[in-house]
């Protein structure tokens, strides 16, 4: 399918028009004809099939019944893999004007997270998207918004504060919550996100600073892949797989990890409602489009509690949490004698609600959503703040603004090209 005209004036018009004659409810929403019963199953599109979006075209509860992506390649191929019936778009503003879609997922460049999901809960779609959530802080604060003052439900991609093992920790989330909750640890507390507590920060993803201009390939619509991003000659470095090296698309390291690792951290904090008041790095110069490596950087909030992204391996001894009265380390391990004996006697953490398709159907906030997702996103793009201005920086969290700094400030939208806008 060819893409309509891409003015943002032409899409408004289009949907205002449409919007004027009905308004588009999702059928699990309606009542009579086309209402979606408990034990039915869900639909779902996808945006973006050529990398994670392959990880979710079959997942319990939910039928593919439409995918998009700029790469002609990448909808051949996952068309393949699908019913015959299913749409293909080339254009997410077509795919999510689908009366028959229930949730959109999210699967492209983090450039993208925060625009398409806005839009998606504007037509009335409920969203899982990919971490990071968006690019930037203010982006998040839009998106916050759009999804609150539509109704929808959203799920971020990264599931650590409600299961599987966390890492080097060799355990879930909820044991070491139940232990920060207790308070056998003492308070403030110290997190370190080292390599010597489990934690990998991937600084193969870093950018190319000699890219040269190359033809773009057939088969891939290189201005909307681009869309929001500054237009850049085309380098294959730029797109797919390496794409994270750039930080007009993403972060590095601390874009592709940093909400799987520093999100549990926010939730056993207890700072699902709240931001550091400082980032401090320790990084070399960056350079302007390539993302490079850095040492460490250092969340602080006002209470005092720490979080230590640990780059270079510097903190060779460091447990994973420490307090005034004991030390976490991987495995469960802690300095706290006849621990586990001492944490029965604590009730749990409070329940979660993580089956996403019971979220949907039944219109409950799921346990990873817009607003302490929005949070957690904050502390990434807090660092990419730091990071690009090579110089710490203060934050309020209640106004969520940088204090006295106005070139961070600047940063808090990344520029966007005609006619994207969130």
Request: net charge positive.
């Amino acid at each position: 399918m060819q893409r309509k005209n891409n003015s943002r004036r032409s899409f408004l018009k289009n949907s205002m028009g449409a919007l004027a004659a009905f308004t588009i409810v999702p059928r699990h929403v309606l009542g009579g004809r086309g209402f979606l019963a408990p034990s039915d199953q869900l639909t779902k599109a996808i945006i973006g099939v050529g990398g994670m979006g392959q990880g979710h075209i079959a997942y319990a509860g939910t039928r593919v019944v439409a995918i998009c992506d700029v790469d002609k390649n990448h909808l051949s191929s996952t068309l393949a893999k699908l019913d015959k019936g299913t749409k293909t778009f080339t254009d997410y503003r077509e795919l999510i004007q689908l009366p028959e879609v229930d949730i959109v997922h999210i699967a492209t460049p983090p450039h993208w997270h925060g625009i398409i999901a806005a839009d998606a809960a504007r037509a009335g779609k409920d969203i899982w998207c990919e971490k990071p959530m968006t690019a930037t802080i203010g982006e998040g604060k839009r998106l916050v918004e759009a999804v609150q003052q539509h109704g929808r439900i959203f799920r971020l991609n990264t599931w650590f504060r409600f299961e599987d093992n966390f890492y080097g920790m060799k355990t879930t989330v909820k044991p070491i919550k139940k232990l920060v909750e207790s308070g056998l640890l003492g308070w403030p507390l110290k997190v370190t996100v080292s390599k010597h507590t489990g934690f990998d920060w991937k600084f193969y993803w870093v950018g190319k600073t000699n890219l040269e201009a190359m033809p773009v390939p057939a088969e891939l619509d290189y201005d909307m892949w681009l869309g929001p991003a500054p237009y850049k000659p085309y380098n294959p470095h730029r797109v797919h797989q390496t794409f994270r090296g750039y930080w007009d698309y993403d972060g590095g390291g601390l874009g592709d990890m940093g909400q799987h690792y520093i999100d549990p951290i926010q939730y056993f904090l207890g700072k699902d409602d709240t931001s550091p008041v400082s980032v401090e790095i320790d990084a070399p110069q960056q350079h302007p489009d390539a993302v490079g490596t850095w040492r460490k950087i250092t969340y602080t909030y006002a209470d005092g509690c720490k979080i230590i992204l640990d780059g270079d391996g510097s903190e060779t001894n460091a447990a994973y949490i420490e307090g005034p009265n004991g030390k976490l380390y991987p495995g469960f391990r802690s300095d706290i004698p006849d621990l586990q004996k001492k944490l029965a006697a604590f009730p749990d953490p409070a329940p979660q609600v993580t089956d996403f398709i019971d979220a949907v159907k039944n219109r409950k906030k799921f346990a990873l959503n817009e607003e302490n997702g929005y949070r957690s996103c904050t502390l990434v793009n807090m660092g990419k703040v730091a990071l690009k201005l090579g110089r710490s920086l203060q934050f309020d969290p209640v106004n969520q603004v940088f204090i006295n700094d106005e070139g961070a400030n600047a940063l808090l939208f990344q520029p966007m090209r005609s006619p994207w806008i969130i």
